[in-house]
Protein backbone atom coordinates (compact mmCIF):
# COMPACT_ATOMS: atom_id res chain seq x y z
CA UNK A 1 0.00 0.00 0.00
CA UNK A 2 1.38 3.54 -0.87
CA UNK A 3 1.81 5.58 1.87
CA UNK A 4 -0.30 8.80 2.11
CA UNK A 5 2.02 11.32 4.47
CA UNK A 6 0.04 14.60 3.75
CA UNK A 7 -3.67 13.51 4.07
CA UNK A 8 -5.21 16.95 4.90
CA UNK A 9 -5.03 20.54 3.73
CA UNK A 10 -4.71 23.22 6.19
CA UNK A 11 -4.45 26.86 6.58
CA UNK A 12 -1.09 28.30 7.47
CA UNK A 13 0.58 32.59 8.00
CA UNK A 14 3.03 32.53 5.58
CA UNK A 15 5.01 33.98 8.85
CA UNK A 16 5.04 31.46 10.18
CA UNK A 17 6.88 29.09 7.73
CA UNK A 18 10.45 28.60 7.43
CA UNK A 19 12.06 28.40 4.17
CA UNK A 20 14.76 25.31 3.48
CA UNK A 21 17.99 27.11 3.98
CA UNK A 22 20.28 24.66 1.67
CA UNK A 23 17.47 24.82 -0.70
CA UNK A 24 18.82 24.44 -4.61
CA UNK A 25 16.57 25.54 -6.54
CA UNK A 26 16.65 29.23 -7.86
CA UNK A 27 13.71 31.64 -8.24
CA UNK A 28 14.39 34.91 -10.16
CA UNK A 29 12.05 38.05 -9.63
CA UNK A 30 10.78 37.03 -13.30
CA UNK A 31 9.82 33.74 -12.83
CA UNK A 32 7.93 34.41 -8.97
CA UNK A 33 6.25 37.61 -11.16
CA UNK A 34 4.81 34.35 -13.24
CA UNK A 35 3.70 32.49 -10.04
CA UNK A 36 2.40 35.27 -8.93
CA UNK A 37 0.27 36.43 -12.35
CA UNK A 38 -0.47 32.10 -12.15
CA UNK A 39 -2.30 32.94 -8.54
CA UNK A 40 -4.05 35.92 -9.42
CA UNK A 41 -5.55 34.53 -12.75
CA UNK A 42 -6.40 30.66 -11.64
CA UNK A 43 -6.29 31.48 -7.52
CA UNK A 44 -4.41 28.74 -5.15
CA UNK A 45 -4.50 25.39 -6.89
CA UNK A 46 -1.67 23.64 -4.91
CA UNK A 47 -0.70 23.64 -1.32
CA UNK A 48 3.00 24.22 -0.34
CA UNK A 49 4.26 21.13 1.63
CA UNK A 50 5.78 21.27 4.89
CA UNK A 51 7.25 19.19 7.41
CA UNK A 52 5.88 19.15 11.18
CA UNK A 53 7.93 22.04 12.29
CA UNK A 54 6.82 24.54 9.53
CA UNK A 55 9.68 24.15 7.26
CA UNK A 56 9.09 24.21 3.97
CA UNK A 57 9.65 21.29 1.70
CA UNK A 58 8.07 21.85 -1.74
CA UNK A 59 6.63 25.37 -2.39
CA UNK A 60 9.07 28.09 -2.40
CA UNK A 61 8.30 29.61 -5.31
CA UNK A 62 4.84 29.71 -4.64
CA UNK A 63 5.50 31.45 -1.14
CA UNK A 64 7.54 34.26 -2.52
CA UNK A 65 4.68 35.04 -4.73
CA UNK A 66 2.58 34.88 -1.87
CA UNK A 67 4.80 37.34 -0.04
CA UNK A 68 4.86 39.88 -3.63
CA UNK A 69 0.85 39.66 -3.81
CA UNK A 70 0.09 40.31 0.29
CA UNK A 71 -1.50 36.79 0.58
CA UNK A 72 -1.25 36.41 4.66
CA UNK A 73 -2.81 32.29 4.69
CA UNK A 74 -1.98 29.81 2.49
CA UNK A 75 -2.96 26.03 1.97
CA UNK A 76 -0.34 23.62 3.15
CA UNK A 77 0.53 19.93 3.88
CA UNK A 78 1.64 18.46 6.23
CA UNK A 79 4.32 15.64 5.91
CA UNK A 80 4.59 13.42 8.60
CA UNK A 81 7.23 11.02 9.44
CA UNK A 82 9.41 11.78 7.21
CA UNK A 83 13.45 11.50 8.24
CA UNK A 84 15.45 14.25 7.64
CA UNK A 85 17.10 12.53 4.83
CA UNK A 86 13.40 11.89 2.95
CA UNK A 87 12.89 16.04 3.26
CA UNK A 88 16.03 16.68 1.95
CA UNK A 89 15.71 14.63 -0.83
CA UNK A 90 12.36 15.66 -1.70
CA UNK A 91 13.24 19.00 -1.96
CA UNK A 92 15.53 18.01 -5.08
CA UNK A 93 13.22 15.51 -6.70
CA UNK A 94 9.87 17.43 -6.32
CA UNK A 95 11.75 19.90 -8.33
CA UNK A 96 13.75 17.49 -10.51
CA UNK A 97 11.29 15.25 -11.50
CA UNK A 98 9.29 17.65 -13.24
CA UNK A 99 11.99 18.59 -15.50
CA UNK A 100 12.62 15.34 -16.45
CA UNK A 101 9.32 15.51 -18.50
CA UNK A 102 9.12 16.58 -22.40
CA UNK A 103 6.66 17.84 -24.52
CA UNK A 104 5.00 16.88 -27.76
CA UNK A 105 5.82 19.51 -30.19
CA UNK A 106 2.88 19.34 -32.17
CA UNK A 107 0.23 19.35 -29.36
CA UNK A 108 1.75 22.02 -27.89
CA UNK A 109 1.92 23.93 -30.94
CA UNK A 110 -1.88 23.20 -31.09
CA UNK A 111 -2.93 24.23 -27.59
CA UNK A 112 -1.11 27.19 -27.83
CA UNK A 113 -2.38 28.46 -30.86
CA UNK A 114 -5.82 27.10 -29.90
CA UNK A 115 -5.55 29.62 -26.40
CA UNK A 116 -4.18 32.35 -28.71
CA UNK A 117 -7.67 32.41 -30.81
CA UNK A 118 -9.31 32.47 -27.74
CA UNK A 119 -7.32 36.04 -27.09
CA UNK A 120 -5.93 34.07 -23.60
CA UNK A 121 -2.85 35.79 -22.45
CA UNK A 122 -0.39 33.28 -22.93
CA UNK A 123 2.43 34.85 -20.71
CA UNK A 124 0.11 32.92 -18.21
CA UNK A 125 1.29 29.61 -19.59
CA UNK A 126 5.39 30.37 -18.31
CA UNK A 127 6.62 30.21 -21.95
CA UNK A 128 8.78 33.33 -22.70
CA UNK A 129 7.56 35.57 -25.87
CA UNK A 130 10.80 34.18 -27.82
CA UNK A 131 9.32 30.14 -27.01
CA UNK A 132 5.85 31.73 -27.65
CA UNK A 133 7.18 33.13 -31.07
CA UNK A 134 8.58 29.70 -32.06
CA UNK A 135 6.07 27.83 -30.96
CA UNK A 136 2.94 29.32 -32.45
CA UNK A 137 5.22 30.58 -35.72
CA UNK A 138 2.93 30.07 -38.60
CA UNK A 139 3.34 26.88 -41.06
CA UNK A 140 2.94 26.91 -44.47
CA UNK A 141 1.71 24.06 -45.79
CA UNK A 142 2.75 24.81 -49.15
CA UNK A 143 0.89 24.60 -52.72
CA UNK A 144 3.23 21.71 -54.30
CA UNK A 145 5.44 18.94 -52.62
CA UNK A 146 8.00 20.62 -50.33
CA UNK A 147 10.54 18.26 -52.26
CA UNK A 148 9.29 18.88 -55.75
CA UNK A 149 11.72 21.17 -57.42
CA UNK A 150 12.24 22.41 -61.45
CA UNK A 151 14.42 21.62 -63.98
CA UNK A 152 17.23 23.65 -64.60
CA UNK A 153 16.89 26.16 -67.57
CA UNK A 154 19.44 25.98 -70.53
CA UNK A 155 19.57 29.64 -70.79
CA UNK A 156 19.05 31.11 -66.78
CA UNK A 157 17.23 34.81 -66.24
CA UNK A 158 19.29 35.01 -63.14
CA UNK A 159 22.28 37.02 -63.43
CA UNK A 160 25.64 36.95 -61.37
CA UNK A 161 24.94 39.84 -58.59
CA UNK A 162 21.16 39.73 -58.68
CA UNK A 163 19.39 39.55 -55.33
CA UNK A 164 16.15 38.39 -55.83
CA UNK A 165 13.31 39.17 -52.96
CA UNK A 166 10.98 36.22 -52.08
CA UNK A 167 8.54 37.09 -48.89
CA UNK A 168 10.31 37.88 -46.80
CA UNK A 169 13.93 35.85 -47.85
CA UNK A 170 16.22 36.70 -49.82
CA UNK A 171 18.64 34.84 -52.90
CA UNK A 172 21.78 36.03 -54.45
CA UNK A 173 23.59 35.10 -57.27
CA UNK A 174 26.63 35.54 -55.95
CA UNK A 175 30.00 33.84 -54.56
CA UNK A 176 29.66 32.35 -51.01
CA UNK A 177 33.67 33.43 -49.97
CA UNK A 178 33.02 37.09 -51.12
CA UNK A 179 32.53 39.33 -47.93
CA UNK A 180 31.21 41.55 -50.23
CA UNK A 181 28.28 39.80 -51.67
CA UNK A 182 27.54 38.17 -48.15
CA UNK A 183 27.28 41.88 -46.49
CA UNK A 184 24.44 42.34 -49.85
CA UNK A 185 22.81 39.05 -49.21
CA UNK A 186 22.73 39.73 -45.56
CA UNK A 187 21.10 43.41 -46.10
CA UNK A 188 23.55 44.12 -42.81
CA UNK A 189 21.27 41.30 -40.51
CA UNK A 190 23.37 38.70 -38.58
CA UNK A 191 21.93 35.48 -38.79
CA UNK A 192 20.91 32.75 -36.47
CA UNK A 193 21.64 29.62 -38.08
CA UNK A 194 24.48 28.52 -41.10
CA UNK A 195 22.86 25.39 -42.34
CA UNK A 196 24.86 24.77 -45.66
CA UNK A 197 25.18 21.62 -47.99
CA UNK A 198 28.64 22.91 -49.85
CA UNK A 199 29.94 21.37 -53.18
CA UNK A 200 31.54 17.61 -52.37
CA UNK A 201 34.74 17.79 -54.51
CA UNK A 202 34.09 14.93 -55.45
CA UNK A 203 33.61 15.78 -59.66
CA UNK A 204 29.28 14.71 -58.74
CA UNK A 205 27.41 13.51 -61.86
CA UNK A 206 23.62 13.27 -61.22
CA UNK A 207 22.41 9.80 -62.07
CA UNK A 208 19.58 10.99 -63.99
CA UNK A 209 19.56 11.59 -67.97
CA UNK A 210 20.62 15.18 -66.89
CA UNK A 211 23.84 14.64 -65.69
CA UNK A 212 23.78 17.08 -64.02
CA UNK A 213 26.77 18.95 -62.13
CA UNK A 214 27.65 21.05 -59.20
CA UNK A 215 30.52 23.95 -59.63
CA UNK A 216 33.00 24.24 -57.47
CA UNK A 217 33.32 20.40 -57.59
CA UNK A 218 36.77 19.39 -58.56
CA UNK A 219 39.32 20.90 -57.35
CA UNK A 220 42.66 20.07 -55.84
CA UNK A 221 43.24 18.95 -51.94
CA UNK A 222 44.33 22.36 -50.92
CA UNK A 223 42.43 24.49 -53.28
CA UNK A 224 38.97 22.92 -51.95
CA UNK A 225 40.57 23.11 -48.60
CA UNK A 226 41.00 26.85 -48.91
CA UNK A 227 38.31 27.21 -50.52
CA UNK A 228 36.12 25.50 -47.86
CA UNK A 229 38.17 27.72 -45.27
CA UNK A 230 37.19 31.18 -46.97
CA UNK A 231 33.48 30.08 -47.10
CA UNK A 232 33.96 29.34 -43.28
CA UNK A 233 35.41 32.73 -42.49
CA UNK A 234 32.41 34.32 -44.78
CA UNK A 235 29.46 32.78 -43.08
CA UNK A 236 31.43 33.89 -39.75
CA UNK A 237 31.22 37.60 -40.59
CA UNK A 238 27.30 37.63 -40.67
CA UNK A 239 27.04 34.99 -37.83
CA UNK A 240 25.66 36.25 -34.26
CA UNK A 241 27.20 34.37 -31.40
CA UNK A 242 26.05 30.87 -30.87
CA UNK A 243 24.76 30.47 -33.80
CA UNK A 244 24.38 27.23 -34.90
CA UNK A 245 26.37 25.36 -38.40
CA UNK A 246 25.54 22.30 -39.98
CA UNK A 247 27.25 21.38 -42.58
CA UNK A 248 27.02 18.32 -45.15
CA UNK A 249 29.69 16.73 -47.08
CA UNK A 250 30.84 13.76 -48.67
CA UNK A 251 32.59 11.31 -46.44
CA UNK A 252 35.40 10.69 -48.70
CA UNK A 253 36.41 14.33 -48.43
CA UNK A 254 36.12 14.66 -44.56
CA UNK A 255 39.48 15.29 -44.12
CA UNK A 256 39.07 18.87 -45.84
CA UNK A 257 36.22 19.79 -44.23
CA UNK A 258 37.18 19.23 -40.52
CA UNK A 259 40.42 20.56 -41.56
CA UNK A 260 39.03 24.21 -42.58
CA UNK A 261 36.97 24.64 -39.86
CA UNK A 262 39.78 24.21 -37.28
CA UNK A 263 41.61 26.92 -40.22
CA UNK A 264 38.50 29.20 -39.14
CA UNK A 265 38.99 28.67 -35.74
CA UNK A 266 35.60 26.81 -35.61
CA UNK A 267 34.72 23.81 -32.80
CA UNK A 268 33.11 20.70 -34.57
CA UNK A 269 30.90 19.33 -31.20
CA UNK A 270 29.64 16.91 -33.23
CA UNK A 271 29.27 14.64 -36.30
CA UNK A 272 25.49 13.60 -37.43
CA UNK A 273 24.92 11.01 -39.62
CA UNK A 274 21.73 10.89 -42.23
CA UNK A 275 20.54 6.87 -43.09
CA UNK A 276 19.14 7.69 -46.19
CA UNK A 277 16.20 4.88 -47.35
CA UNK A 278 17.70 3.49 -50.28
CA UNK A 279 21.81 2.84 -51.27
CA UNK A 280 23.61 4.66 -53.80
CA UNK A 281 24.66 1.87 -56.42
CA UNK A 282 28.18 2.57 -57.60
CA UNK A 283 31.59 0.95 -58.06
CA UNK A 284 33.61 0.95 -54.51
CA UNK A 285 32.97 -2.85 -52.24
CA UNK A 286 29.94 -0.71 -50.26
CA UNK A 287 27.50 0.96 -51.46
CA UNK A 288 26.79 4.61 -49.86
CA UNK A 289 23.75 5.20 -48.11
CA UNK A 290 24.78 7.78 -45.82
CA UNK A 291 25.81 11.34 -45.78
CA UNK A 292 27.47 12.92 -42.93
CA UNK A 293 26.58 16.44 -41.25
CA UNK A 294 29.38 18.68 -39.05
CA UNK A 295 27.27 20.50 -36.08
CA UNK A 296 28.68 23.00 -33.75
CA UNK A 297 28.47 26.88 -32.97
CA UNK A 298 30.08 29.82 -33.28
CA UNK A 299 31.93 30.80 -29.51
CA UNK A 300 31.22 33.78 -27.99
CA UNK A 301 27.64 32.97 -26.53
CA UNK A 302 25.51 29.81 -25.92
CA UNK A 303 23.58 28.05 -28.62
CA UNK A 304 19.88 27.30 -28.94
CA UNK A 305 19.01 23.95 -27.92
CA UNK A 306 15.02 23.73 -29.07
CA UNK A 307 14.70 20.14 -28.99
CA UNK A 308 14.13 17.64 -25.72
CA UNK A 309 17.07 15.17 -24.75
CA UNK A 310 15.97 11.94 -26.89
CA UNK A 311 17.80 13.03 -30.20
CA UNK A 312 20.31 11.20 -31.60
CA UNK A 313 23.27 11.27 -34.04
CA UNK A 314 21.59 8.91 -36.35
CA UNK A 315 18.98 10.91 -38.83
CA UNK A 316 16.73 8.50 -40.57
CA UNK A 317 14.50 10.11 -43.18
CA UNK A 318 13.55 9.28 -46.99
CA UNK A 319 15.86 10.22 -49.60
CA UNK A 320 13.15 12.34 -52.09
CA UNK A 321 11.81 10.78 -54.62
CA UNK A 322 13.65 11.69 -57.46
CA UNK A 323 17.01 14.11 -56.86
CA UNK A 324 17.43 14.63 -60.93
CA UNK A 325 16.97 18.81 -59.74
CA UNK A 326 19.84 18.86 -57.96
CA UNK A 327 22.91 16.07 -58.02
CA UNK A 328 23.05 15.99 -54.22
CA UNK A 329 19.44 17.80 -53.18
CA UNK A 330 17.86 16.82 -49.59
CA UNK A 331 14.74 16.49 -48.16
CA UNK A 332 13.32 19.14 -47.03
CA UNK A 333 11.71 17.51 -43.68
CA UNK A 334 15.35 16.80 -42.78
CA UNK A 335 16.58 20.62 -42.87
CA UNK A 336 12.81 21.58 -41.15
CA UNK A 337 14.28 18.98 -38.29
CA UNK A 338 17.81 20.78 -38.31
CA UNK A 339 16.22 24.18 -38.36
CA UNK A 340 13.89 23.67 -35.43
CA UNK A 341 16.30 22.27 -33.01
CA UNK A 342 17.83 25.21 -33.48
CA UNK A 343 15.84 28.60 -34.18
CA UNK A 344 12.90 29.86 -33.27
CA UNK A 345 10.09 31.76 -35.11
CA UNK A 346 11.47 35.09 -36.87
CA UNK A 347 15.12 33.43 -37.19
CA UNK A 348 17.27 33.81 -40.01
CA UNK A 349 18.99 30.99 -41.75
CA UNK A 350 22.32 31.37 -43.91
CA UNK A 351 22.83 29.11 -46.63
CA UNK A 352 25.95 30.08 -48.63
CA UNK A 353 24.90 27.19 -51.72
CA UNK A 354 21.39 27.29 -51.87
CA UNK A 355 21.17 24.54 -54.31
CA UNK A 356 17.78 23.54 -55.40
CA UNK A 357 16.72 25.46 -52.72
CA UNK A 358 16.16 23.10 -50.07
CA UNK A 359 16.54 25.35 -46.95
CA UNK A 360 14.20 28.10 -48.39
CA UNK A 361 10.82 25.96 -48.23
CA UNK A 362 12.22 24.31 -44.81
CA UNK A 363 12.18 27.78 -43.89
CA UNK A 364 9.44 29.23 -45.69
CA UNK A 365 7.32 26.00 -43.98
CA UNK A 366 8.11 27.16 -40.48
CA UNK A 367 7.63 31.21 -40.29
CA UNK A 368 11.78 31.55 -40.71
CA UNK A 369 13.45 33.90 -42.48
CA UNK A 370 15.88 32.64 -45.39
CA UNK A 371 18.82 33.99 -46.99
CA UNK A 372 20.25 32.05 -49.50
CA UNK A 373 23.65 32.44 -51.62
CA UNK A 374 23.84 30.78 -55.16
CA UNK A 375 26.91 30.80 -57.73
CA UNK A 376 25.10 29.33 -60.60
CA UNK A 377 22.39 31.84 -62.33
CA UNK A 378 20.62 27.99 -63.80
CA UNK A 379 20.29 26.87 -59.69
CA UNK A 380 18.95 30.68 -58.43
CA UNK A 381 16.60 30.27 -61.28
CA UNK A 382 14.83 26.79 -59.55
CA UNK A 383 15.45 28.18 -56.41
CA UNK A 384 13.05 31.04 -57.50
CA UNK A 385 10.66 28.80 -59.28
CA UNK A 386 10.05 26.10 -56.67
CA UNK A 387 9.19 28.79 -54.21
CA UNK A 388 7.02 30.88 -56.10
CA UNK A 389 5.58 27.22 -56.91
CA UNK A 390 5.44 26.26 -53.39
CA UNK A 391 4.54 29.62 -52.04
CA UNK A 392 2.04 30.72 -55.10
CA UNK A 393 3.54 34.57 -54.10
CA UNK A 394 6.05 36.58 -56.79
CA UNK A 395 9.70 37.00 -56.75
CA UNK A 396 11.03 40.28 -57.55
CA UNK A 397 14.30 41.69 -58.23
CA UNK A 398 15.92 44.16 -55.43
CA UNK A 399 17.66 46.53 -58.29
CA UNK A 400 14.45 47.31 -60.32
CA UNK A 401 11.84 45.65 -58.99
CA UNK A 402 10.59 43.40 -62.23
CA UNK A 403 9.11 40.13 -61.31
CA UNK A 404 11.02 36.78 -62.59
CA UNK A 405 8.32 36.02 -65.11
CA UNK A 406 9.06 40.07 -66.23
CA UNK A 407 12.65 38.97 -66.58
CA UNK A 408 12.27 36.32 -68.38
CA UNK A 409 9.47 37.27 -70.90
CA UNK A 410 12.56 40.28 -71.92
CA UNK A 411 14.94 37.66 -72.19
CA UNK A 412 12.57 35.67 -74.81
CA UNK A 413 11.52 39.34 -76.50
CA UNK A 414 15.31 39.73 -76.70
CA UNK A 415 16.01 36.26 -78.03
CA UNK A 416 13.15 36.33 -80.98
CA UNK A 417 14.51 39.50 -81.90
CA UNK A 418 17.97 38.62 -82.48
CA UNK A 419 19.48 38.57 -86.23
CA UNK A 420 21.85 35.89 -84.93
CA UNK A 421 20.77 32.15 -84.94
CA UNK A 422 23.65 31.59 -82.70
CA UNK A 423 23.61 34.16 -80.03
CA UNK A 424 22.96 33.48 -76.29
CA UNK A 425 20.46 35.19 -75.23
CA UNK A 426 20.78 37.55 -72.28
CA UNK A 427 18.93 40.27 -70.32
CA UNK A 428 18.51 43.74 -72.07
Not at 190 to 200: G, K, S
Request: charged share 25%; hydrophobic share 40%.
Amino acid sequence: MVNWPADKVERRSVSALVPYARNARTHSEEQVAQIAASIREWGWTVPVLIDEDGGLIAGHGRVLAARKLGIADIPVMVAAGWTEAQKRAYVLADNKLALNAGWDAELLRVELTDLQAFDFDLGLTGFSDDELAALTADKTEGLTDPDAAPNPPEIPVSCPGDVWLLGKHRLMCGDSTSVDDMEKLTSGQMVDMWLTDPPYNVAYEGGTKDKLTIQNDNMGNDEFRQFLRDAYVTASTVMKPGAVFYIWHADSEGYNFRGAAIDAGWKIRQCLIWEKSSLALGRQDYHWQHEPCLYGWKDGAGHLWASDRKQTTILKFDKPSRNGKHPTMKPVALFEYQMLNNTKGGDIVLDSFGGSGTTLIAAEKNGRIARLMELDPRYCDVIVKRWQDFAGDTATLEADGLTFDEVSAQISIGAAASTDPTAVPSRP
